[in-house]
């Protein structure tokens, strides 16, 4: 059975005292703390909306969750994204995960620092990352509003789509980033009364959903991305794969013309 735990009153008081940016990037969007070195010097022109340093969304609509935490098979990095994604809104097709660097923006927001253990991650971040979801919603919301001309409070949020019911019009996430037309400033106190979901609302948090994380750690996505990042020739790091006899008892002696890729 699922527990829902809220951390109240635990964010450092930096933290607490900084506004919530979002606005138009070069490479989309950017939602940020205020006091986040770079966020400033993003704001510079249309492509990605980056409603804070752990998350993005790209003019093609597709919603990258950046996880500070170690992933060492506890899938903390797909949790995350849970989190986001139900705030946010989105369709979880439309959502990926990426590790972070060690870059003190993508510091734990309780620790101050890239701290993985003790149960912690899902804990001392539920509350932080649902707000970055809620703030990216709203600003996608308000945007939406203005471009159908309807109340931003008619309208729903649902699979990656902004939809006005009364006039059937809608606009798809990808569709507002490319607007390049999202603004907005959430001061702590706006960013601290955002109403969130209550457990009984939830529809993404507690389900069970495909692992974001898998497919990189099978397929060899994230190894080669390692090497790249170092330098290393990718051709002197053959993968291979496991190769199973169907039947219990049988010994492998080898596939003719096989070889490793």
Excluded at 77 to 106: C, H, Y
Excluded at 226 to 249: C, K, T, V, Y
Aim: aromatic fraction near 6%.
């Amino acid at each position: 059975m699922n527990k829902y735990i809220k951390v109240t009153d635990s964010a450092p008081a930096d933290l607490s005292r900084r506004s919530f940016l979002v606005g138009s990037a070069a490479t989309g969007l950017v939602l940020g703390y205020a006091a986040v070195p770079g966020i400033d010097s993003a704001l510079a022109g249309p492509s990605n909306f980056e409603p804070s340093v752990w998350y993005s969304i790209a003019p093609d609509g597709l919603v990258t969750v950046t996880c500070g935490k170690a992933d060492m098979g506890q899938h903390i990095a797909s949790t995350m994204a849970q989190i986001v994604s139900e705030e946010l809104g989105s369709s979880w097709k439309d959502m990926r995960v990426q590790l972070a660097s060690n870059d003190p923006k993508f510091n734990d927001p309780v620790l101050g620092a890239q701290i993985t253990g003790g149960s912690w991650s899902t804990m001392m971040n539920f509350d932080a990352m649902s707000r970055a979801g809620a703030a990216g919603r709203i600003a996608l919301t308000e945007a939406a509003a203005a471009s159908m001309g309807v109340p931003a409070g008619e309208l729903v949020v649902r699979n990656s789509t902004v939809a006005h019911p009364k006039s059937k019009k809608s606009m798809s996430f990808a569709d507002i980033v490319k607007s390049g037309k999202i603004t907005k400033t959430f001061t702590p106190d706006e960013l601290k009364a955002i109403k969130l979901k209550t457990p009984d609302q939830y529809t993404m948090v507690g389900v069970s959903v495909p692992q974001l994380d898998i497919p990189p750690k099978v397929n060899g996505i994230r190894h080669r991305r390692h090497a790249a990042g170092h330098g290393l020739r990718q051709d002197r790091h053959p993968a291979g794969a496991l190769w199973r006899h169907g039947e219990i008892g049988r010994r492998y002696r080898g596939q003719e013309g096989a070889g490793l890729h």
